[in-house]
């Protein structure tokens, strides 16, 4: 790779971060071109030279974002030697720090109603992220057909847990639904989860 082209990589991974950051902050409507670019040390002529549109930008963001987030957690629930894997993601996703660091953490509780809104090419962008978690957890939580449904309540469960814990963050109102949703999440898996070495 010439050094023109590495350059352009590293200004094209910078601006995705940044636009990562705000997405996670102030979603899309709220983060601007100029804001983005700002954030990745860019000038916002130079935009152009790697997207096509601020639509495009966040198209590919959310993709990135979700699927970056989904990969570091299931490496590390593949790695965790004290639980299965499927209970780490369902433990690591309903803790308090996930919670509490919206900023690096799961994109869905900030952009979910507003990709609702908007619809596609944001709306397609994330159900193509949402089937890759399904079909990871359906491996997680056993054989059969079955196991996508059981996938598909547990996501839910956990967005949603942590979507409400989040909105009322400080209260003790955020722990419990935190506390809940692992118990009833763990009280489903009871039984089904695949061990590590099925993967």
Same mark, same amino acid.
């Given at each position: 790779?010439?050094?023109?082209?590495?350059?352009?990589?590293?200004?094209?991974?910078?601006?995705?971060?940044?636009?990562?950051?705000?997405?996670?902050?102030?979603?899309?409507?709220?983060?601007?071109?100029?804001?983005?670019?700002?954030?990745?040390?860019?000038?916002?002529?130079?935009?152009?030279?790697?997207?096509?549109?601020?639509?495009?930008?966040?198209?590919?963001?959310?993709?990135?974002?979700? @699927? $970056?987030?989904?990969? =570091?957690?299931?490496?590390? +629930?593949?790695?965790?030697? %004290?639980? /299965?894997?499927?209970?780490? !993601?369902?433990?690591?996703?309903?803790?308090?720090?996930?919670?509490?660091?919206?900023?690096?953490?799961?994109?869905?509780?900030?952009?979910?109603?507003?990709?609702?809104?908007?619809?596609?090419?944001?709306?397609?962008?994330?159900?193509?992220?949402?089937?890759?978690?399904?079909?990871?957890?359906?491996?997680?939580?056993?054989?059969?057909? @079955? $196991?996508?449904?059981? =996938?598909?309540?547990?996501? +839910?469960?956990?967005?949603? %847990?942590? /979507?409400?814990?989040?909105? !009322?963050?400080?209260?003790?109102?955020?722990?419990?639904?935190?506390?809940?949703?692992?118990?009833?999440?763990?009280?489903?898996?009871?039984?089904?989860?695949?061990?590590?070495?099925?993967?």
């Amino acid at each position: 790779m010439s050094q023109k082209a590495e350059q352009k990589q590293k200004s094209h991974e910078a601006i995705l971060e940044s636009a990562a950051t705000l997405l996670r902050e102030r979603g899309i409507r709220g983060s601007s071109v100029m804001d983005v670019m700002k954030g990745a040390g860019l000038t916002v002529g130079g935009f152009y030279g790697h997207f096509e549109s601020k639509e495009q930008l966040f198209t590919e963001t959310i993709r990135s974002t979700a @699927r $970056a987030m989904w990969r =570091a957690m299931l490496q590390r +629930a593949m790695n965790d030697p %004290a639980r /299965t894997p499927m209970m780490s !993601v369902l433990e690591r996703y309903l803790s308090r720090k996930h919670r509490d660091n919206p900023e690096v953490g799961c994109p869905l509780p900030s952009i979910a109603s507003e990709v609702a809104r908007e619809g596609d090419p944001y709306r397609g962008a994330l159900e193509s992220e949402l089937n890759g978690f399904i079909q990871d957890l359906s491996g997680m939580v056993g054989q059969g057909e @079955r $196991a996508r449904e059981k =996938a598909l309540a547990l996501l +839910a469960l956990m967005y949603g %847990a942590l /979507t409400l814990s989040r909105a !009322v963050r400080g209260t003790r109102l955020s722990d419990e639904f935190l506390e809940a949703a692992r118990k009833f999440g763990a009280q489903a898996l009871e039984g089904s989860s695949a061990p590590p070495e099925s993967r």
